[in-house]
């Protein structure tokens, strides 16, 4: 089997199982009544508007990525156990199977960081659904305290062990930051996690542009020599495929944080163990909007006495409060995340000399 076969076999198998595992998945998370609350609190304030637009997808299932998550870990451990077989038994495929996507050098960071953020998530999207709490979701600062130092381990890790220290700049080739690394490191990873996980308010709308960018970097690893990563991406984008079949409007299920936690975390990791953070932002441009959306409504309503720049905040309630229907706003937020998406491409095939020497 030649590396393109490789790649394409696991997007196809990932979909397949994913797609046959989703409908039993479902019917559990109704079983066992694990429907989403719809929050009447903003992180600043009360989020009358948001509940009026929403009220109707209470009782929804959410934590629906969490079968992502089940069917990447199964096929992993299925590849671990198929090349297992063929160095015991040899004669069994007729040689020795080349790879696992179970990898020290290529996916251990990815696949170590897809679970445990999700862990995280798994913790918010029970309290949610529980009703645990005041805020009845993991509060703000604590999760962020919880996310930063997962990422302070990797940023050290990254730093200490593998000797990264500086990333690439058009045009002017790697910049050395030194121990800067270090904060940089944990603002992407907390960053990207809370990007994606803001954006993860419309049926599809995260999981689409997730698919968009695990594609790009599927592409960018590949090209890298770095196939079982790419493998790995590949993974992502075949599971999310089928998780979108169920999860377009009306969605049968909801992402929860357990998915747009713990994708939007891996995505920074790869983006740095690939060390093409530029290619990173421009991919990833909704994501940052959503955010950045967020943070200024916060300072303004902080700020200013209470007083809004946006409707509502991340931007995509925005939209749809000005009158925007749920089905145009994600469309057209897809086809800019495919047109960037593209942009990241051809800026990474257009200058190779950035990305040498890595």
Known sequence: MNDLSFLFAFLVLAFACAFAAIPPYIAFLYRHRLGKNIRTEALVGAATEFHKLHKDKAGTPSMGAGVILLVIAGLILVSMSLQWISVTFPDVFGGTLRFSLWNRNETYLAIFTLFAVGAIGLVDDYLNIRGIGRTKWLPARVKMVMLSLFAGAGAYWFYAKLGFSGVHVPFLGIVEIGYLYIPLFILVIVSMANAVNFTDGLDGLAGGLLLFDYAVYAFIA???????????????????????????????????????????????????????????????????????????????????????????????????????????????????????????????????FMWSGV
């Open 222 to 352: 590949y090209d890298r020599q770095m196939l079982i990563l790419s493998a790995f991406c590949m993974l992502v984008v075949g599971t999310l495929m089928a998780f979108l079949w169920f999860n377009i409007k009306p969605a049968r299920f909801y992402m929860g944080d357990v998915g747009s936690l713990s994708l939007g975390a891996t995505l920074g990791v790869i983006a740095m163990m690939t060390d093409t953070l530029v290619i990173l932002l421009i991919i990833s441009g909704i994501f940052i909007l959503e955010i950045l959306s967020v943070i200024i409504q916060i300072t303004s309503k902080k700020l200013r006495n209470g007083k809004k720049v946006f409707r509502i905040a991340p931007y995509h309630h925005h939209l749809e409060a000005i009158g925007w229907p749920e089905e145009t706003v994600v469309m057209r937020l897809w086809l800019i995340g495919m047109v960037l998406a593209s942009v990241g491409l051809v800026v990474y095939l257009a200058f190779p």
